[in-house]
């Protein structure tokens, strides 16, 4: 049996027609650049989400970019963000010439370990920036306490959370604003690049619109210098299309989830622990596996893809060796970047494919019984 780690095309298949249709209306149109696509897609996403506004833009990295920028964040600021993560956390930080400061993670829920960042706090912090990795929001209580303790922004990366809930709000509605990416692999993906600023704040919001379109309000007047962030036609009315299956792919992927765990219970890996106030849509679904190279290589030999997100911790990275970071500072985030994999989790998979790679990880640690400890 043949299980890939994601096949976008068996998604394409359920909507293609619909698809077409969105994208030839755009196409009839002309409107290629922002324009009633996006709005209305902007419109729904917030409804979705819960949230006051929806600002379309180019990427979850812009995202990002122009949220730190309409927040004022500048060189010689402090932003506290995770080393475990997508490289664009960080990157986006330096490059407004401000300074990433890492905390260590929680080793059951791969977060930001609120408990570790208020030693970090300086008089140059300005910003948090959580990630609600893999799809499970990070405890966003203690963390808004201390912001508020400090006078922080918060600026969520929700990157990967799209519909994620905890006590009962949706990511993107716990931070100053929170920040989503529509690259196709993520769990509403576009056509390409896309991503989405989400904020209760109407000040926020009108400055992020300005700058996503180089700072200008009206038209050929600037105030602030912004860049070119904007949200394609084409790419909001693909979004919207598939905005309306969100819901049930998410459900999809809980109820694999859920039979993995059981499949996967008495084994020797850890699966995903999700705490309690976490209803978690698992943009990944990660284990922690002893012998995990081996492991990989073993699900590889029988027709088993996986992924390993990350394997290098972003303090540890040669673009970032000015920061001073080094090996054995952040402990945990470094054993999980030798030891988590992910596994196949879209929605269009079968019970049956699912069974299949946690049998097969069952029958990898039979076989190498004798050898591993964990
Ligand atoms: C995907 C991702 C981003 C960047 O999004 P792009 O749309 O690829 O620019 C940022 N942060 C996290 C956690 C991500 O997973």
């Known amino acids: 049996m043949q299980v890939p780690l994601l096949d976008l095309k068996a998604q394409y298949k359920t909507i293609q027609d619909e698809v077409k249709r969105a994208i030839d209306n755009v196409c009839e149109s002309q409107a290629f650049a922002l324009g009633p696509a996006v709005a209305q897609f902007e ?21 990002l970019l122009a ?15 995770t080393p475990f ?24 829920s791969f977060n930001i370990d609120p408990a570790k960042i208020e030693p970090q706090i300086t008089e140059k912090t300005r910003a948090i920036i959580p990630v609600h990795l893999f799809g499970q929001v990070a405890q966003m209580k203690p963390i808004l306490d201390m912001a508020r303790r ?15 809930v905890q006590d009962g709000v949706k990511a993107g509605n716990f931070g100053d604003c929170g920040c989503f990416s529509f690259y196709p692999t993520k769990n509403l993906g576009a056509f390409g690049d896309g991503g989405l600023v989400t904020t209760n704040n109407d000040g926020l919001a009108g400055q992020i619109r300005a700058l ?23 790419q909001g009315a693909v979004l919207d299309v598939k905005l ?11 109820r694999h989830a859920a039979l993995y765990d059981r499949f996967l219970s008495d084994s020797p890996v850890k699966t995903p622990r999700i705490n309690a ?45 000015d920061l001073g970071y080094s090996q054995g500072d952040m402990p945990v985030a470094e054993r999980l970047c030798g030891e988590v994999l992910s596994l196949p989790i879209y929605a269009e ?17 039979e076989k190498n019984e004798d050898e591993i400890r964990c």
């Open 67 to 81: 949220s730190l920028m309409a927040l004022g964040i500048k060189p010689g600021d402090e932003v506290i963000t």
């Open 244 to 254: 309306k299956y969100l819901g049930q792919w998410n459900e999809k992927r809980r």
């Open 277 to 321: 106030n976490n209803r978690c849509i698992y943009h990944q679904y990660t284990i922690v596996a002893p012998e995990r190279d081996k492991l990989q290589q073993f699900l590889a030999d029988n027709g088993i893809g996986s992924a390993i997100f990350y394997p290098k911790p972003l303090h540890l990275q040669d673009c970032f060796s």
């Open 85 to 108: 993560t997508f490289f664009a956390t960080a990157g986006s930080v330096v490059r407004l010439g401000a300074k990433p400061v890492f905390v260590d993670v929680d080793p059951d």
């Open 43 to 63: 419109r729904n996403v917030a409804a979705y989400c819960g949230v006051k506004h929806a600002i379309g833009v180019s990427s979850g990295t812009d995202a």
């Open 150 to 164: 400090h006078n922080l922004v918060v600026i969520e990366d929700a990157a990967q959370a799209i519909g994620a």
């Open 349 to 365: 998979l079968t019970p049956e494919q699912i069974e299949y790679v946690a049998r097969t990880i069952l029958e990898f640690y």
């Open 212 to 234: 996503r379109d180089h700072g200008q309000k009206p038209r050929y007047f600037y105030h602030v210098v912004g860049g070119n962030f904007r949200l394609d036609g084409i």
